[in-house]
T-cell receptor, first 114, second 118 residues
């Protein structure tokens, strides 16, 4: 089945450590997105990518980094510069600029600080 | 100013009744799209319904319909014949065209928690 796979489901980070969240899609979508969700809140955009080897900062990019070396993959690194990383992270993809195409989401990764 | 406002933190409805979840938006872009997503307690985001700014008719998808009032900048979700499985968080989101440069980015509201009582 086509879809978006995020791993791991749960992740723990030690102080000063970088961690990478995986996001893979087999929907042949051009665009991919990373969102952060804090408890009881809406989603906020971290980074997004329209095509391979290109990505842009979203609203809350500080302390995060991404890469887009393959169309299928859009990993997110939470760096030690992100002082409050505990949150639920959601990856999404879409056909791209076509306005009526919804974003499809993975099941998310819950990141906690040890 | 908030681009997407969902004023109801929580809503309750009796099973088999209809419920309306409110969403207002703010944009000066003439071309935009409005989406509703459902997020169960497990966390995944499920796409429900879409309304384009130029669509003449209100969108419908099964038990979901969108009450789109463009002049009032509102896009309320109506769920008919509520079921226990409808209990979840519901998010309204907007995509602005921004002259074709938005890359499909979405701005989300804060969400409304819907609880369906038997």
């Amino acid at each position: 089945d086509g879809g978006i796979t995020q791993s791991p489901k749960y992740l723990f980070r030690k102080e000063g450590q970088n961690v990478t969240l995986s996001c893979e899609q087999n929907l042949n979508h051009d665009a991919m997105y990373w969102y952060r969700q804090d408890p009881g809140q809406g989603l906020r955009l971290i980074y997004y990518s329209q095509i391979v080897n290109d990505f842009q900062k979203g609203d809350i990019a500080e302390g995060y980094s991404v890469s887009r070396e393959k169309k299928e993959s859009f990993p997110l690194t939470v760096t030690s510069a992100q002082k409050n990383p505990t949150a639920f992270y959601l990856c999404a993809s879409s056909m791209g600029r076509d306005g009526n195409q919804p974003q499809h989401f993975g099941d998310g990764t819950r990141l906690s600080i040890l | 100013a908030q681009k997407i406002t969902q004023t109801q933190p929580g809503m309750f409805v009796q099973e088999k009744e209809a419920v309306t979840l409110d969403c207002t938006y703010d944009t000066s872009d003439p071309s935009y799209g409005l989406f509703w997503y459902k997020q169960p307690s497990s966390g995944e985001m499920i796409f429900l319904i879409y309304q384009g700014s130029y669509d003449q008719q209100n969108a419908t998808e099964g038990r979901y319909s969108l009450n789109f009032q463009k002049a009032r900048k509102s896009a309320n979700l109506v769920i008919s014949a509520s079921q226990l499985g409808d209990s979840a968080m519901y998010f309204c989101a907007m995509r602005e065209d921004a002259g074709g440069t938005s890359y499909g980015k979405l701005t989300f509201g804060q969400g409304t928690i819907l609880t369906v009582h038997p």
